[in-house]
């Protein structure tokens, strides 16, 4: 076949000034492409190279100024984005955050900073990214003490479970009668422990309220070999507990009133099963309560990484994924679904069906989706309300020959017999 002659065209730019940064902790390569003064098919480029402190990084928003450039585009390099997004962001620039895995120079180049700069200007000029997410101001602070919340109730839950470990090792098997070690009757006991007593039968009359059905049990729990050493780690942890409890009260505070703003955002969530106040205000708090930055509700769900990915490749599928999306936002929806999943609801029953036939773990996917979904309706219309469509929703809508005949199918396999049905009389 003969070569055809074709004229092929540049792709058209998008922004004609823009600026590409190469951002590292210490310092940054600013890359500035504008057109050329004389001749249109032309660009004149220039690299600067600037400290990230904040009197250097004013320097380059006044020379951007001068250069008049119209976006601002960098990649997300671990936190250093951050105070360089912010203050130019602040200076009133455009600012967009790149996925680093979006603009990936070609192989075979050198790799520098000033290149890379160079490579990240000519991508963005010509439209060929898209921003990440960066949420206003007033989000990106919740979402600050939300996250430092959470992660202080983790270092929480591992002291107590350091604390029974501890017990363990002394042979106390309070935590295999009571249900909550830290509760009034179980902090009453391990700080008389703690204080010298080590007679099971005092210990065990510590006990309040319908724990004191369990004496007799809680004598045989207390009965072990606690002693000085285990008293004093056993102070240190519970130390370390109650610090922690009055940190995380404090931050609930905090969280009340940043969240203020959001408070019907909240209470709109919290109708849903499983979401409680705090679940709405960790999946306020990293997406947000503007859902036109999501086009539709599976934009959302692909931008949590709760979406499966489908492989296929020369007519065979192969395994995928989900990816790695939000673990903070992936922690606060698992919690959720775990909780739905005991309840008699729709999202309950679904977790339940998926679970059965396709295993714990997809069906955790599958119905965080289903809470993505609706979350994304809630938010992007502010008067819709949340209405449960039942947990019998598939019985009620499942074709009745096919539930017939699988119905027929497992007597028969339970019985050996072979089944026939007869109609019964009107």
């Known amino acids: 076949m003969a070569l055809v002659d074709e004229i092929t065209e540049e792709p058209e730019r998008v922004v004609q000034r823009v600026c590409a940064l190469d951002l590292g902790k210490a310092g940054l390569v600013a890359c500035v492409r504008v057109p050329h003064e004389t001749r249109p098919e032309r660009r004149l480029q220039e690299v600067r190279e600037y400290s990230t402190v904040t009197r250097q990084l004013l320097e380059l928003a006044d020379w951007l100024r001068v250069q008049q450039v119209e976006l601002v585009a960098m990649e997300s390099t671990s936190d250093y984005w951050k105070p360089v997004f912010y203050l130019l962001e602040a200076e009133g620039f455009t600012c967009w955050l790149l996925n680093a895995t979006h603009v990936k120079h070609l192989p075979g180049r050198p790799k520098t900073d ?40 983790r270092d929480q839950t591992r002291e107590k479970q350091r604390l029974e470990k501890l017990l363990e090792d002394a042979q106390i098997k309070l935590t295999s009668v009571i249900s909550d070690l830290h509760g009034v009757s179980g902090r009453q006991m391990l700080q008389a422990m703690i204080d010298g007593e080590r007679d099971p039968k005092v210990l065990a009359q510590l006990a309040h309220g319908i724990m004191r059905r369990k004496i007799p049990v809680l004598e045989e729990a207390l009965t072990g070999f606690f002693g000085d050493h285990h008293a004093d780690l056993c102070r240190r942890m519970l130390r370390r ?106 999202l309950g029953e679904r977790y339940r069906r998926l679970a059965r036939r396709r295993g714990k773990k997809r069906a955790i996917v599958a119905v965080g989706n289903s809470v993505l979904t609706i979350v994304w309706h809630l938010l992007n219309d502010p008067d819709q309300h949340y209405q449960d469509l039942g947990s019998d929703f598939y019985e009620s809508r499942i074709n009745k020959r096919r539930r017939e005949r699988d119905l027929i199918r497992q007597l028969e396999h339970l019985t050996g017999h072979k089944v026939t049905l007869t109609p019964t009389a009107a």
């Not at 963005?124 to 898209?130: K, L």
């Not at 673990?327 to 999943?341: H, I, K, M, N, R």
Request: charged share 25%; glycine share 8%.
């Open 241 to 346: 507990i109650d610090d922690l409890s009055a940190d995380i009260a404090s931050l609930d505070a905090r969280v009340e009133e940043l969240i203020a703003p959001f408070a019907h955002a909240v209470a709109t969530l919290d109708e849903i099963p499983g979401v409680g106040v705090r679940a709405a205000q960790e999946i306020i708090a990293e997406t947000g309560v503007d859902m036109t930055v999501f086009p539709t509700a599976a934009h959302l769900a692909s931008w949590a990484k709760f979406t499966p990915i489908d492989h296929n490749s020369a007519g065979r599928k192969k395994g995928g994924g989900t990816g790695k999306g939000n673990p903070w936002l992936a922690g606060t929806l698992g919690e959720v679904v775990a909780s739905l999943a005991r309840t008699d609801t729709f």
């Open 114 to 153: 000033r290149l890379d700069a160079v490579w990240l200007a000519k991508v963005v000029e010509r439209g060929m990214c898209r921003p990440s997410l960066v949420p206003p101001k007033p989000i990106r602070q919740l979402r600050d003490v939300v996250r430092y919340r959470r992660s202080l109730i």
